[in-house]
């Protein structure tokens, strides 16, 4: 730390007035933010290994000169061990759009348009900061090749598949592994600079998206980095907003280089998406059940939900693999549901008092419905014209929540003989976004008061969505509610919309 500020007085001519350390991310690197007198700060980095903190050095300088938007480096140690580099800032893309992430992939219109700002930005990164850059100083190999993509799927099969206890054929896993190494390093993709840990958390909202932690870029095919964004586990895109971010980032690049039709770059990327899912897996793996770490462990069940939905839009020609890929999705293990402890009746309870009593008040009484479990969710559109729906369990009937106030689609002729269940209606609402804003605030109840029903072991709970026909607005707010509640914890949800005569279970 001593050396680091001495490269900053060295730079600056005077020791830094404060400096704070920022959270550390999945390397061994340190950062600061070191800030003078006149409240003017730069970030401080202090690596361990002077190849990757030579990369860095080294790329970010190339980048600068083609006017592309990464932190200048201001000033380097001899032994290259600690620099300091320009500050982008504390809002990073992963934060910015943490509120869709919350709420189960929902993605609010802006969310949505910052995602496809920085998507767009990346060809540039790609196309433009391969021109005239020497790859052999790239960390720790120059290319994307064979053996690397190997070395990656054996990552997968010893630090997560063999950790899982699942039985497998190493001799057929390594035959199919062989074949899709080949498939992925065929002769005919654009070699292009490959940043490899493309995702939000490298993105710096400053206040347009510029691009952080790049040493571990080489040389090699676009379709990885665009796998590696839109398919981050942790990130919960929609179906819709992942072939949304496809549609920008195919059209961009065809503003920096030749590209090829639509079916096959969908085509090549989807083998990508295959690679990149095993490989974060094997990093998962070994973070989070070898080293232990917390936010890992917690990351692999959305990873495996991606993989799931890959394998049921796509074939690949790798039987074995896929066979075996598909029984790692169906442990129960990775399931997306919230972590409680089973009881041999099946109920999902929790071993924790979800009440923080003072010891002096004594033992709390349990009510009749305590404990009974397991809970199953209604959810019900209406038309308030035609009253609110009644409670058939008894309990008094939930959370009522009035549509009425959002952009309503029926006053538009082309929606008004279609539902909140069909795709113009539902393009409509969140193009709009009012319904998006709407329903982050009706996650947050719903999802509180679930959590504790869950942890109390009630059986039932109603909420029920109005707006003036009982069509649109009503109907997508409950379908979009259930989905929510089913997928984040795994419950039974019942759906009612009334005035369409349309009723379905989540189970």
């Known amino acids: 730390m001593q050396q680091l500020i001495e490269l900053y007085k060295q730079w600056h001519g005077s020791a830094p007035a404060t400096i704070e350390q920022l959270p550390g991310a999945g390397s061994n690197r340190q950062y600061y933010r070191m800030t003078d007198a006149d409240e003017h700060s730069v970030i401080g980095c202090v690596g361990t290994s002077r190849d990757e903190n030579h990369a860095f050095v080294y790329l970010a300088r190339h980048f600068a000169s083609q006017q592309l938007p990464v932190p200048h480096v201001l000033a380097v140690s001899d032994d290259e061990l600690r620099y300091l580099q320009t500050d982008l800032g504390s809002l990073s893309l992963f934060d910015a759009v943490r509120g869709g992430r919350e709420a189960g992939g929902r993605y609010t219109v802006s969310e949505q348009q910052l995602l496809k700002q920085t998507i767009?930005?990346?060809?540039?990164?790609?196309?433009?900061?391969?021109?005239?850059?020497?790859?052999?100083?790239?960390?720790?190999?120059?290319?994307?090749?064979?053996?690397s993509v190997l070395f990656d799927l054996n990552y997968f099969k010893y630090c997560f598949l063999k950790a899982t206890e699942l039985d497998f054929h190493e001799l057929k896993l390594e035959a199919d592994f062989r074949l899709l190494v080949k498939d992925l390093t065929q002769a005919g993709d654009e070699q292009c600079f490959l940043y490899r840990d493309f995702q939000a958390r490298n993105v710096m909202l400053a206040p347009t998206p510029s691009f952080i932690d790049f040493q571990g870029g080489r040389r090699g095919p676009y379709y990885y980095d665009v796998a590696s964004f839109i398919w981050q586990a942790s990130a919960k895109y929609p179906h819709k907003v992942r072939r949304e971010l496809v549609y920008e980032?195919?059209?961009?690049?065809?503003?920096?280089?030749?590209?090829?039709?639509?079916?096959?770059?969908?085509?090549?990327?989807?083998?990508?998406?295959?690679?990149?899912l095993l490989q974060v897996l094997g990093a998962y793996g070994f973070r989070g059940y070898f080293e232990r770490k917390q936010h890992f462990i917690d990351s692999i069940p959305p990873a495996i939900h991606n993989l799931h939905e890959l394998l049921d839009e796509r074939r690949f020609p790798y039987p074995y693999l896929m066979d075996l890929l598909r029984r790692l999705t169906l442990l129960?293990?990775?399931?997306?549901?919230?972590?409680?402890?089973?009881?041999?009746?099946?109920?999902?309870?929790?071993?924790?008092?979800?009440?923080?009593t003072h010891p002096l008040d004594g033992p709390a009484t349990f009510s009749k419905y305590d404990a009974q479990g397991p809970l199953v969710v209604r959810v019900y559109s209406f038309s308030y014209h035609k009253g609110i729906p009644d409670d058939e369990s008894g309990n008094g009937g939930g959370y009522v929540f009035d549509c009425r106030s959002t952009h309503n689609p029926g006053r538009y002729e082309p929606y008004k003989q279609l539902t909140g269940l069909d795709e113009p209606v539902i393009r409509f609402l969140e193009d709009d976004g009012e319904i998006l804003t709407f329903l982050d605030s009706v996650y947050k109840l719903a999802d509180a008061h679930v959590r504790r029903y869950i942890q109390r072991g009630f059986t039932s709970l109603m909420f029920s969505f109005g707006c003036t026909g009982g069509q649109h607005r009503s109907v997508y707010c409950a379908q979009h509610l259930a989905e929510h509640l089913h997928r984040k914890f795994g419950i039974e949800v019942r759906i009612c919309h009334r005035e369409q005569h349309i009723m379905s279970d989540l189970k």
């Open 120 to 147: 767009r930005q990346l060809p540039r990164l790609q196309i433009i900061g391969a021109r005239g850059l020497d790859f052999s100083h790239c960390y720790p190999q120059p290319a994307f090749d064979a053996d």
């Open 249 to 276: 980032y195919y059209n961009a690049l065809k503003q920096y280089t030749e590209v090829p039709s639509p079916h096959r770059f969908v085509e090549r990327l989807s083998l990508f998406v295959l690679f990149r």
């Open 332 to 356: 129960p293990q990775f399931r997306l549901v919230e972590t409680t402890a089973s009881r041999a009746d099946g109920y999902k309870t929790t071993d924790l008092n979800p009440y923080k």
